[in-house]
């Protein structure tokens, strides 16, 4: 027979086949009792007469002891194949994830680019994005990305890996007006969720908190309203910073400046950020205090999960208790045998006679 057909059939009957090797101490023990029988029968023949012998041995349970053998080979064959994982039937498994709907806003205007956290406020806050998303487990993501404006750069969705490939191209040329519109990033992740799912509804505005248009904090209360809890997480620093221009080649030219010609400074604009947390029961949080991904993973935690995708698996039933089973009835079986057989004294069989 094809070895390949060999190692297919044992895998549609064992989860772990290789296990089967094992059973190669089957007739290492079968050949381990023989010869301990053998040598007993040679130490027994030097002790004396072979018709003594047999009388003082008349009461030994021989039977008992083939018997006993006999089953704990079957016992340890039991125990090698329940190793294995023995498998067959299949029944269908509906397989229920839970987790929360998380809209991130990612501010990408030039003052991200401020180099007062190194090597830049933006890319520190890609670099935070990305450790929170390798610890979540059944949450859904999306992305809004902001500046004058925003829009969503991907939706829900369980594929982290998308988080990644579409965080290496936000930059600020995405977005060609200027500015930082906080509330209206709060609108647009609003839109995003699914207003049928139970969960918890988070957003996460990864920003410095400039904001020149719009009311962030009314903004804030008509998530609140919706049941939106909304963590913001400020990067930067409150002396201020001057924000970069580069050339073709990417490499700084300059700083920009005012009509007056004047060097602009972005700040960090901590009491913005606290007031949206608040209005929502979230919390702030400063990027440059502390392991900013350790406190976000505590909170989500303590938010109710809800279902959010269901899938259907059909696994193979795991039939190795029966095997477990049967060897330890076998082993205490072969316990239960007598070593003598009991008989009745020739003194008693005349009295009863």
Request: proline residues 3%.
């Amino acid at each position: 027979m094809d070895q390949y057909l060999i190692y297919d059939i044992l895998n549609s009957l064992f989860g772990e086949p290789e296990y089967l090797y094992g059973l190669v101490l089957v007739p290492l023990a079968i050949l381990f009792l023989w010869y301990t029988r053998v040598r007993r029968r040679a130490a027994m023949a030097k002790l004396g007469d072979e018709a003594l012998l047999s009388r003082l041995t008349q009461s030994v349970n021989r039977r008992g002891r083939r018997w006993r053998s006999v089953l704990l080979i079957a016992g340890l064959t039991m125990l090698l194949i329940a190793i294995a994982r023995p498998q067959w039937g299949t029944e269908i498994n509906v397989i229920e994830q839970q987790g929360l709907q998380i809209m991130v806003a990612l501010d990408i205007s030039d003052s991200m680019l401020a180099q007062d956290m190194r090597p830049d406020r933006l890319t520190r806050a890609k670099l935070e994005m990305l450790e929170l998303v390798s610890r979540l487990r059944g949450d859904e993501v999306g992305l809004v990305l902001f500046s004058g404006a925003s829009f969503i750069q991907f939706p829900l969705t369980l594929y982290y890996s998308t988080v990644q490939i579409f965080l290496e191209r936000a930059n600020p040329s995405l977005i060609s007006r200027n500015g930082t519109a906080l509330s209206g990033a709060i609108d647009t992740a609003l839109t995003a969720f699914d207003g049928e799912s139970e969960g918890q509804k988070v957003i996460l505005i990864l920003t410095d908190g400039e904001s020149h248009e719009g009311d962030s904090i009314n903004a804030a209360r008509r998530a609140a309203r919706s049941g939106v809890v909304i963590y913001t997480v400020g990067f930067g620093s409150d002396r201020g910073e001057p924000i970069p221009t580069y050339n073709r080649i990417g490499q700084v030219s300059g700083f920009r400046e005012d009509a007056d010609g004047a060097t602009i400074l972005t700040r960090l604009e901590e009491e913005t950020l606290r007031g949206i947390a608040e209005q929502t029961g979230g919390q702030y949080f400063r990027a440059s205090q502390g392991r900013v991904t350790d406190a976000l993973v505590t909170e989500f935690g303590k938010l109710e999960k809800a279902n959010i995708a269901s899938d259907v698996e059909i696994v193979r039933v795991e039939r190795f208790q029966w095997f477990v089973l049967a060897a330890l009835l076998m082993l205490a079986a072969s316990e239960l045998i007598p070593e003598r057989l009991r008989r009745r004294q020739p003194g008693l069989v005349a009295e009863a006679a």
